[in-house]
């Protein structure tokens, strides 16, 4: 009688755990379908925003950006960013591992972030360094190269890329900085755009830096090398 008693108050005890186990097994398994769902959605669907630009659209009262494809950026602009921030995107699965092991060899993050894991990191997650975005952008990468081809990886990071204070996307950017659309930039204002980035509210285009003149010099230099080696195929017709 004893030994029931201890046993119906154990089965008491364990029975709200229980529950509580199950209703995060499932949240979880929600959170897992709805973000396959958006990541493979996302493929065709354009994101309407991102959280990113939504908070930086509270701050400012709003912010400028005009979506346009692939087919409406001019061949140099994605070529140029390519050159300047993952010259190894059509190589790599979502993570650049040769550009990963210098990063640590040099005990420093920059540079191995490639398009893929900022294109994550701007559309679903928060800006911001810790461990549970580094994971969560873990996760999501690999699933978005597989569900996406690099030419619409490459096609969302310049609509969603910011390139000055409240400005997003290349066409806005374009318009903005020399009065031009996406299509009609030049190479040297291609590369000049490029070269704003990874600090787009402490560089400016327009009025370039000496230094920034130089980066954008090795970036045209670069979008020719990537393009003659072929390491532009997966996002060019």
Not at 122 to 133: P, T
Not at 152 to 168: S, T
Request: aromatic share 8%.
């Amino acid at each position: 009688m004893a030994r029931a008693r201890k046993r119906s108050k154990s089965a008491g005890r364990l029975r709200p755990l229980v529950f509580l186990r199950r209703w995060v097994l499932r949240a979880v398994l929600v959170a897992v379908v709805l973000l396959a769902v958006l990541v493979l959605g996302y493929r065709w669907v354009n994101p309407p925003t991102t959280i990113y630009i939504w908070q930086e659209s509270r701050r400012l009262g709003g912010v400028a950006q005009d979506w346009v494809p692939m087919d409406r950026i001019a061949p140099a602009m994605a070529r140029s960013v390519v050159a300047a921030e993952d010259a190894n995107f059509c190589l790599h699965w979502g993570f650049d591992m040769g550009a990963i092991r210098v990063a640590i060899a040099e005990g420093s993050g920059r540079g191995a972030s490639t398009l893929s894991q900022q294109v994550v990191k701007n559309v679903w997650l928060w800006h911001g360094r810790n461990w549970g975005r580094k994971a969560l952008e873990a996760i999501i990468t690999p699933a978005m190269e597989i569900a996406w081809p690099k030419r619409r990886i490459l096609e969302v990071y310049l609509n969603v890329a910011e390139f000055d204070k409240g400005v997003f996307g290349v066409d806005a950017a374009a318009r903005q900085y020399f009065g031009v659309s996406a299509a009609d930039l030049s190479d040297a204002q291609a590369a000049r755009l490029a070269a704003v980035l990874p600090d787009p509210k402490g560089r400016s285009a327009s009025r370039p830096t000496e230094s920034l003149r130089r980066r954008a010099a090795r970036i045209m230099d670069g979008a020719a090398t990537i393009a003659r080696d072929g390491r532009t195929a997966c996002f060019e017709d």
